[in-house]
T-cell receptor
Framework: KQEVTQIPAALSVPEGENLVLNCSFTDSAIYNLQWFRQDPGKGLTSLLLIQSSQREQTSGRLNASLDKSSGRSTLYIAASQPGDSATYLCAVETSGSRLTFGEGTQLTVNP | GAGVSQSPSNKVTEKGKDVELRCDPISGHTALYWYRQSLGQGLEFLIYFQGNSAPDKSGLPSDRFSAERTGGSVSTLTIQRTQQEDSAVYLC????????????FGDGTRLSIL
């Protein structure tokens, strides 16, 4: 059974700092890995999708890497802003198009 | 609309009642997914549709849960004889096709069972 773990569970940083969120998964037989953002009371917003054959994806200040063989991914956020405050979720897609999610990292960026 | 729409946004009901949750996917998206988000369980997959067919129902927690999709568009998730442990946020997502596509989520229905 696929299990996804995210570290840390919570993170508080001053504005402007670069930061890294970590995600690990137990079964390397994945189609892709996705990073989402969730704001309180809202649904999930897709940030980045990395195909299993890819090593990284970039969007603006976000960069996500994938090491499928070791079961790890990182989300790098450059020059963090208060608007980045949210819960960040990592999910892997396995057979049957289902996503298995981690518990999330709650990020607070302080002005 | 531009995004995935779910209704109602909030639902409070008494234990033992049936509830119906609705999801309108993004126009043109053939795949539709239901997830449940609850404290202590995180986000868990319930069921997905490709067109009107549900190839994988294994995530449904009990036979009190059912879902259907008509016309390749709107989907309803029905919970019969609700229990307090059914209290959660039910999220719907859609994607252009099946597999390896970004999933776009609605804001969810917050279900509270008294």
């Amino acid at each position: 059974k696929q299990e996804v773990t995210q570290i840390p569970a919570a993170l508080s940083v001053p504005e402007g700092e670069n930061l890294v969120l970590n995600c690990s998964f137990t079964d390397s037989a994945i189609y892709n890995l996705q990073w989402f953002r969730q704001d309180p009371g809202k649904g999930l917003t897709s940030l980045l999708l990395i195909q299993s054959s890819q090593r990284e994806q970039t969007s603006g200040r976000l960069n996500a890497s994938l090491d499928k063989s070791s079961g790890r991914s990182t989300l790098y956020i450059a020059a963090s802003q208060p608007g980045d405050s949210a819960t960040y979720l990592c999910a892997v897609e396995t057979s049957g198009s289902r996503l298995t999610f981690g518990e999330g990292t709650q990020l607070t960026v302080n002005p | 609309g531009a995004g995935v729409s779910q209704s109602p946004s909030n639902k409070v009901t008494e234990k033992g009642k049936d509830v119906e949750l609705r999801c309108d996917p993004i126009s043109g998206h053939t795949a539709l997914y239901w997830y449940r988000q609850s404290l202590g369980q995180g986000l868990e997959f319930l069921i997905y549709f490709q067109g009107n067919s549900a190839p994988d129902k294994s995530g449904l927690p009990s036979d009190r849960f059912s879902a259907e999709r008509t016309g390749g568009s709107v989907s309803t998730l029905t919970i019969q004889r609700t229990q307090q442990e059914d209290s959660a946020v039910y999220l719907c997502a859609s994607s252009l096709g099946w597999g390896n596509q970004p999933q776009h989520f609605g804001d969810g229905t917050r279900l509270s069972i008294l």
